[in-house]
């Protein structure tokens, strides 16, 4: 007869898992069931910092300047160009140059009748030389703006249901990163521990290494990429709070920068100079921090000009404008701050972003990024790791396993792939080509998907190690064939002190370093003999989902 402490609780009755063990397995399936979207939202926001760098890059016909031109100059030149363009549009914009971008990207929308753009479509976009005013010829590319919105929208997909997928997966990353704490009792003190080449031992070594080396910032970006997306996600206070037009006019103006057209009178007057608005604005915030000029109803009675703020130097994306009438030139209003709740908006929206940073802050926020985008990465090798040593035939796993196995490769090797097919796209793809624009983000996601094919069809560890080749050889061609296909050679970048164009081509070949030293470990791990057990265990698979002791 079993012996009882009571009459109800046996004394061999299992119990129950503590705190510890419940957090850990909320840990492991938080991560593993977002953790592919998780990964990618990583990697292309991280390579989002360098967006503007990454434009540049992909536009290589537009010219290299070492000084940067004056604004309110340049402002002047190409609102006598837009004015000329597309006359009577309720609104056209233009980022004024700075250190990053040397050229004026400017933006328009057309009132329904009015005509339409090229693409169909009652919006359009040039590139404008500042010192001529004259458009720029260059290819047609989203550049990095693909790699940012990608990343919390995805693509293929309604915009609003990108969104809430990238926040529901936010939401489970939170719950991961807290579980994990929780779970970890020694976590500070495993992070001062990496034991090499020891199986399971060593991802769970770098997993929390990696963890707690950018631990505070993993947890802000997260948090604070919800926060930017609060509006969509939380609408029922706003709902609730704003019910008339004036009351979500004022919302608005909280939150953004952009001016709402009014209704045209149909009297038509000259625009005022757009440059004494800016040399104004440029007194106020300084020479260097004026970010863009936006018109509404240009050439007409109404006309309005906004000039806004620059981003950098100030850890706030609380809009800063002053507007002014677009006939007589005449300041109306100075807008430098907003409640407290839309400030502490801007606050956390500015840091998930970085624009207010400098460039050893981009830089420090790209590593500390690139961390945690190995953390996840290497959360999802460590399932398949771990897993493996339960099955009952390791050589022959069941169809869940091989699958979570096939997806690591291809959502981990073949993203950078993917991505570097996409660039390749950029310099391969004919110039006059239709859709031209919408093709470089097709070859990005058919390079991606021949990836998960090739994992499908090769042993897991043969395809890790071809697909860290094919990565490392498509990262370090890419200078060349610039080289072959532009005017923009890496050595006539290094001769004119071109750094953007110098260091992303560097950059190029360090990442695919990186990938070849990835290839050579897991190919050095798959010839190496297994030790010998202290104790009897199942022989080692021979087709692991990753080298046990690799990187």
């Given at each position: ?117 090229a693409n169909g479509r ?133 939150l953004s920068a952009f ?269 190496s003999k297994p030790r ?20």
């Amino acid at each position: 007869m079993t012996t009882t402490k009571n009459d109800d609780v046996p004394d061999d009755e299992p119990k129950a898992p503590g705190i510890r063990q419940t957090m850990s397995d909320l840990h492991t399936w938080a991560g593993l069931l977002c953790g592919w979207f998780l990964y990618a939202m990583f990697l292309t926001g991280t390579v989002s910092y360098f967006k503007d760098e990454i434009s540049q890059w992909m536009r290589p016909e537009l010219p290299h300047r070492a000084v940067v031109p004056d604004a309110a100059e340049s402002a002047q030149r190409i609102a006598n160009q837009l004015v000329q363009l597309v006359p009577n549009a309720p609104q056209w914009s233009m980022r004024l140059p700075d250190e990053r971008y040397t050229t004026v990207d400017s933006f328009w929308r057309l009132a329904p009748g009015q005509g339409a753009a090229a693409n169909g479509r009652n919006f359009g976009s040039a590139n404008f030389d500042p010192l001529t005013g004259e458009k720029v010829a260059s290819r047609e590319t989203v550049g990095g703006e693909f790699f940012y919105r990608f990343h919390f929208q995805f693509h293929y997909m309604p915009v609003r249901w990108g969104r809430w997928l990238a926040g529901v997966c936010a939401m489970f990353m939170l719950v991961a990163i807290v579980s994990g704490v929780i779970t970890h009792k020694k976590i500070f003190t495993d992070f001062f521990t990496f034991r090499w080449g020891k199986g399971q031992r060593s991802w769970l070594d770098a997993h929390n290494a990696l963890s707690v080396f950018g631990l505070p910032f993993h947890f802000m970006i997260t948090y604070t990429g919800l926060i930017t997306l609060m509006a969509l996600y939380m609408p029922f206070g706003e709902q609730a709070a704003y019910t008339t037009p004036a009351q979500k006019q004022e919302m608005t103006s909280q939150l953004s920068a952009f001016i709402q057209p009014g209704k045209a009178t149909g009297q038509p007057a000259p625009l005022a100079p757009v440059d004494d608005m800016v040399r104004q604005a440029q007194a106020r915030w300084g020479e260097g921090n004026v970010g863009r000029l936006t018109a509404t109803n240009a050439g007409d009675s109404a006309a309005r000009v906004s000039v806004t703020r620059g981003e950098e130097g100030r850890v706030s994306m609380s809009p800063q404008y002053m507007l002014f009438d677009g006939v007589s030139g005449k300041l109306l209003e100075v807008k430098e701050s907003v409640g407290p709740a839309a400030e502490t908006r801007g606050v956390l929206y500015s840091l998930h972003l970085g624009r207010f940073s400098d460039l050893h802050m981009r830089w420090l926020y790209f590593i500390v990024s690139l961390a945690g985008t190995a953390m996840v990465g290497t959360g999802l090798v460590m399932w398949t790791v771990k897993r493996r040593r339960k099955l009952g035939d390791p050589a022959r796993p069941h169809f869940g396993f091989r699958l979570v196995e096939k997806l690591n490769i291809a959502s981990i090797a073949g993203l950078s792939i993917a991505m570097a097919g996409f660039l390749w796209g950029n310099r391969l793809l004919p110039q006059g080509m239709a859709e031209r624009t919408a093709w470089e983000v097709h070859v990005f996601f058919i390079v991606w998907a021949l990836t998960l094919a090739h994992a499908m069809l090769r042993p897991s560890r043969r395809a890790w190690i071809e697909q860290f080749w094919i990565g490392a050889a498509a990262l370090a061609l890419l200078p060349l064939v610039s080289a072959l296909t532009t005017e923009r050679p890496l050595w006539r970048s290094l001769a004119e002190g071109d750094w953007v164009f110098a260091g992303f081509e560097f950059m190029l070949w360090a990442l695919a370093g990186l990938h070849a030293w990835l290839a050579v470990r897991t190919a050095r791990h798959q010839g190496s003999k297994p030790r010998a057990a202290r104790a009897p265990a199942p022989s080692a698979p021979t087709g692991s989902a990753m080298p046990q002791g690799g990187a």
